[in-house]
């Protein structure tokens, strides 16, 4: 396994990066229950964010609506816009929800790419993977001929650390490890050096020992292409190795966003304590006992009015029927919540 960068860094020193994805106002409805809120989201290149929250709190919606995979029965609305790179070189810019599905095929898979929880789902069971890793360059063009993509084809499987990288070539999912298929996947998804790399719970379905590796594989493939990187996961740990930066959405909104040391270890949403406090991060509970949040993540759209926290929320007061308003400079660094967490020091 090589640790070499595979590419050389975009853009070069001294130039600002840029926003790979500019989410705003991002909504989401099925038929009167709103599923997602207000939704704004940045991602630069070179930049790694973490996207938590409790199970059905919109994490997989908002990544499927970047890659502008949202069924038409949700009527997103607001505007998701990803710059990439165009054929030419020059940078290609997809207005997500207004593209019609030739510039989003050309979109997905080039200038942004996913990977998914369960492997399986991304490949075909009825061929090769070589084969499947090369076809996605061919697609795109981004390789002179059928011979150079089946040769970097086997590159790429070597670079994600794939034993025999030819043989596996030649290998039909079923006949390799959950790992090994995460791998191919991973190899996939990079193969065409996407501005964006969005990854939804990619390691969650793995056997411990192999999650370290595929996160390993996820973080030096992104820094080689200097691409930035979405990553969902419940995992907290696992975003303060990986992320700078983190959102945490709750009642499909972003209730809290900031560079993840500040919002780790001086949270300021409720929700955010409360998320911090029921995970293995807290280190501050004296008594070492196990925290949790009261009550259970309400259905689909059927979060309270004002702020979707409020019928969980210890320090709930009438104030709190009213949303609160976003405390900070910018999207990317703030909180909604009327009774915030006090830090002294
Ligand atoms: N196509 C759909 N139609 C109706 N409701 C949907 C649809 N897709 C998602 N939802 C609902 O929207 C909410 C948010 O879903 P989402 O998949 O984004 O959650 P999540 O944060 O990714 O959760 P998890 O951590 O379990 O993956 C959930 O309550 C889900 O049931
Ligand atoms: S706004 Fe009110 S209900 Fe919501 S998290 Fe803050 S204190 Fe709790
Ligand atoms: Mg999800």
């Known amino acids: 396994m090589t640790t070499a960068p595979e590419r050389t860094a975009y853009p070069p020193p001294g130039m600002p990066p840029a926003d790979v994805v500019r989410v705003r106002d991002l909504a989401v409805v099925v038929g009167d229950k709103p599923l997602l809120v207000d939704v704004d989201l940045t991602v630069r290149r070179g930049e790694r964010v973490g996207l938590i929250g409790?199970?059905?709190s919109g994490k997989s919606l908002t990544a499927l609506a970047i890659m502008g995979l949202l069924p038409e029965e949700l009527h997103p609305s607001g505007s998701v816009v990803v710059t990439g790179q165009g054929p030419a070189g020059g940078?290609?810019?997809t207005s997500v929800l207004e593209a019609g599905e030739p510039g989003l095929a050309a979109m997905r898979g080039r200038d942004v790419a996913m990977v998914f929880q369960e492997p399986m789902t991304a490949l075909n069971p009825t061929m090769r993977v070589g084969a499947q890793v090369a076809e996605i360059m061919t697609i795109h063009g981004t390789v002179a001929d059928r011979g150079a993509a089946a040769a970097r084809a086997v590159d790429l499987l070597d670079k994600v650390g794939l034993p025999d990288p030819a043989d596996a070539a030649r290998a039909y999912p079923h006949q390799l490890s959950g790992g090994q298929r995460q791998r191919v996947?991973?190899?996939m998804a990079l193969a065409n050096d996407p501005a964006l790399l969005i990854c939804d719970e990619p390691t969650t379905a793995l056997d411990v020992t192999v999650q370290a590796l595929v996160l390993d594989l996820i973080v030096r493939g992104v820094q080689a292409r200097d691409a930035g990187l979405l990553f969902i996961t419940h995992d907290l740990a696992v975003v303060a190795s990986v992320c700078e930066r983190v959102l945490v959405m709750y009642g499909g909104r972003v209730v809290e966003a900031g560079p993840v040391l500040d919002v780790f270890t001086r949270p300021r949403h409720r929700y955010t304590r409360g998320l911090i406090g029921a995970s293995d991060l807290d280190l501050t509970r004296p008594d070492g006992g196990l925290y949790t949040i009261q009550g259970s993540v309400p259905a689909?759209?059927?979060f309270p009015a004002g702020c979707v926290f409020r019928?969980?929320?210890?320090?709930a007061t009438t104030t709190c029927e009213t949303?609160?308003?976003w405390d900070g400079p910018?999207?990317?660094d703030g909180f909604a919540c009327w009774h915030p967490v006090v830090h002294r020091g």
């Open 330 to 332: 910018g999207p990317e």
């Open 311 to 315: 019928n969980r929320c210890t320090h």
């Open 185 to 187: 996947v991973v190899a």
């Open 323 to 325: 949303v609160p308003e």
């Open 91 to 93: 940078e290609r810019v």
């Open 300 to 302: 689909a759209g059927r």
């Open 54 to 56: 409790e199970s059905g």
